[in-house]
């Protein structure tokens, strides 16, 4: 669980730096996830999780405070993706050639072939749909999702459930 830095006006600078370490070791791995969803490269990805965590750091020693810290990296994390990608301008595909390592041929075929048509699947949805889904694959609850992407709670709902049937309906051809 993440810790509460409700009150941060009490922490020295080296408590708020252990705090935003403790952070970064629980939720670079889930970052770093959602920003897969970005048509980023991995090195870019790498810099817009550590310019999310120097925010946090220079916002927490400044002596705000941030009552959802999670939804908080999630957001900075979203905003300088977008930033970033259209600074750079790239338009990288997202790999879904990945095999699975399984225990016979044909299994990996099998595996491969269900992944690829998920993944194009996904890579069909609206963006808006696509990041409500990841968002929520991290485990993030409607309501952060929502503050996050500045929709409201029933199209928070709205999104995942489409996305989620479409999904099914091709999962189960």
């Not at 009150?7 to 939720?27: A, H, N, P, Q």
């Not at 980023?40 to 810290?69: C, M, P, W, Y």
């Not at 016979?104 to 069909?124: F, G, H």
């Not at 459930?161 to 999962?171: M, P, Q």
Request: proline residues 5%.
């Amino acid at each position: 669980m993440v810790p509460s830095l409700a009150d941060t006006r009490r922490y020295s600078e080296s408590m708020v730096e252990e705090k935003v370490i403790g952070l970064f070791d629980e939720l670079r791995i889930p970052l770093l996830r959602y920003l897969a969803g970005f048509p980023l490269t991995l090195q870019d990805s790498e810099d817009v999780i550590q310019e999310v965590f120097l925010a946090l750091f220079q916002s927490l020693r400044s002596g705000k405070s941030h009552q959802n810290v999670r939804g908080w990296l999630f957001r900075v994390a979203h905003n300088l993706a977008l930033k970033r990608r259209t600074r750079t301008r790239q338009d990288l595909p997202v790999d879904d050639t990945v095999i699975e390592p399984g225990p016979n041929p044909e299994d990996q075929l099998l595996r491969s072939q269900i992944r690829v048509r998920l993944m194009a699947v996904v890579k069909a949805l609206p963006e808006q749909d696509r990041e409500c889904l990841f968002l929520r694959a991290e485990g993030l609850r409607y309501r952060e999702i929502a503050g996050i992407l500045d929709m409201s709670l029933g199209a928070v709902s709205l999104s995942l459930a489409r996305s989620l049937a479409r999904i099914a309906r091709a999962a189960e051809r």
